[in-house]
């Protein structure tokens, strides 16, 4: 009797697990990462990463591929990467291996690579060809994990209003696949000035009110330009 029971429980849990397994295959799948390399090798490290922009967005599934340059510490990068599903972009991974290896040499850091799932974005193709003036800010947004649910609530009402503002092209919070109190906001603004309202507007101000006693970490917002 015992055993018939444990049965019917098993393959439940089988099956959710492998809903669970379909979703993150299915679903837009999320990149971003951080590089650091020896200030004299800004200008190499920039030329590869612009290489890779190019053949990130020939590759199959490839639905977003930006490279960007750090404006204050122009040594520092960040790639922003959308993929039809964690199947592209794990493929994509694979045939990278080239372009890992040449970077490689010029890191004075592991390269820092963290997947996403998209939480609350906007249109895909919001803020795409952003290029000149218009200003990246990558946001690093960590919750102690007791109150992860309540932080979520707060950037998904924070993402709202702050897409809709003058001089924004795009707005997106995404979620750390392995740890999912960790969140990353990607934003275009069309200026710096935007980006200054967009700062001292009421609903952002209110949100990092509240965060505060949320937050595992500081805030941490870089601003990029993107390389062209």
Do not use: C
């Amino acid at each position: 009797m015992r055993i018939h029971l444990l049965l019917p429980a098993a393959a439940v849990a089988a099956l959710s697990l492998a809903t669970v397994a379909n979703a993150q295959t299915t679903g837009t799948a999320y990149t971003v990462s951080y590089v650091e390399v020896a200030p004299a090798a800004k200008d190499r490290a920039a030329a590869l990463l612009k290489e890779a922009a190019v053949a990130g967005r020939k590759a199959a599934g490839n639905l977003r591929y930006e490279s960007l340059q750090r404006r204050e510490r122009p040594n520092h990068f960040a790639i922003v990467e959308a993929w039809s599903n964690a199947g592209a972009r794990d493929a994509h991974a694979a045939q990278a291996k080239e372009f890992r290896a040449r970077l490689q040499p010029l890191l004075v850091a592991a390269y820092d690579e963290r997947a996403h799932t998209g939480l609350a974005v906007g249109a895909m193709d919001a803020g795409a060809g952003a290029k000149g003036g218009a200003l990246f800010a990558v946001t690093h947004v960590d919750f102690i994990p007791p109150k992860k649910d309540e932080g979520v609530a707060g950037l998904e009402q924070l993402a709202v209003p702050s897409r809709a503002e003058g001089g924004n092209l795009r707005y997106e919070v995404l979620q750390q696949a392995n740890r999912p109190n960790h969140l990353t906001l990607v934003e275009i603004w069309q200026d710096h000035a935007a980006l200054e309202r967009h700062e001292v507007a009421a609903h952002t101000v209110k949100f990092r009110e509240s965060a505060l006693p949320m937050s595992g970490a500081l805030f941490d917002q870089r601003l990029y330009s993107v390389i062209e």
